[in-house]
């Protein structure tokens, strides 16, 4: 049974401002870290469905506005329709699939895939991901991405591997993973409303959430046209490094 919301519930609320802003702030340095931040607090005060189902309406106006702020920075056109179209088959069948998914499993491959890509960039700090291998890999990344996303409401293990490994200036990794985002939140939230995991009340406070979460964007941006290429590159590192330990940590104990 799904648990009910109460927005008398001041302290989930209060719980929902702080992880919303703080998840506002890393997407809008970096393009992505909302739903690792925000879901988790969210499963706790409610449950995962509904920390799931809140997240995809803030999810999908976010990433609209990054793409609309950085829309001249889309290198790649192509790659990113590839992204947005594989992205949304994947949500669709997590969003299909959300009760019955291995989770578990697929978590923990996810964390193995980032400790190893993490520790491949310590030891060879140079290695990187061609444009070419890039469009031969897009496909299945996607999928998976979207899958986890539609299933777990987190798809940074996949997608945020893939594209840090291109090296991407920081407004083009924004609005690429932001295509990709956004593609799969417009997938996810006719599926929700048809499988009854999206109802007005969970709606509403998915807007709620909005509120912090439009206000720590623009701090985000800040900070993030503030710092280097190298600084953006290890923060990227960090935030993959803080995913796979969570992802263990959530699976393991």
């Known amino acids: ?45 409610y449950d995962v469905r509904i920390a799931v189902a809140v997240m995809v309406i803030p999810n999908l106006i976010s990433n609209l506005w990054q793409i609309f702020k950085f829309r001249s920075s889309a290198a790649d056109m192509g790659l990113c329709w590839q992204l947005a179209v594989f992205g949304a088959i994947g949500a669709g069948i997590g969003t299909v699939a959300l009760a019955e998914l291995p989770s578990t499993f697929l978590s923990l491959c996810m964390a193995a895939i980032i400790i190893a890509y993490i520790l491949l960039r310590v030891v060879r700090p140079s290695v990187q991901l061609s444009m070419a291998s890039a469009r031969k890999s897009v496909a299945v990344v996607s999928v998976i991405g979207g899958i986890l996303q539609g299933a777990v409401g987190v798809s940074a293990p996949a997608i945020v591997t893939f594209l840090n490994a291109m090296k991407l200036a920081r407004p083009v990794f924004i609005v690429t993973v932001s295509v990709f985002f956004a593609s799969m ?29 439009l206000g720590a964007l623009p701090v985000g941006d800040w900070i993030g046209r503030r710092i280097s290429p190298k600084v953006f590159d290890a923060l990227i590192l960090a935030f993959l490094a803080v995913l796979a330990l969570r992802l263990i940590y959530a699976e393991l104990l």
């Open 1 to 45: 049974m799904v648990a009910q919301i109460s927005f008398a519930d001041t302290w989930g609320l209060a719980a929902i401002v702080v992880a919303m802003t703080l998840g506002g702030i890393l997407k809008g340095a970096t393009g992505a870290g909302i739903p690792i931040i925000a879901v988790p607090v969210i499963a706790a005060v």
């Open 185 to 213: 939140a417009a997938v996810q939230i006719p599926a929700q409303i048809y499988y009854g995991l999206l109802t007005p009340d969970i709606a509403a406070l998915g807007l709620f959430a909005f509120i912090p979460l």
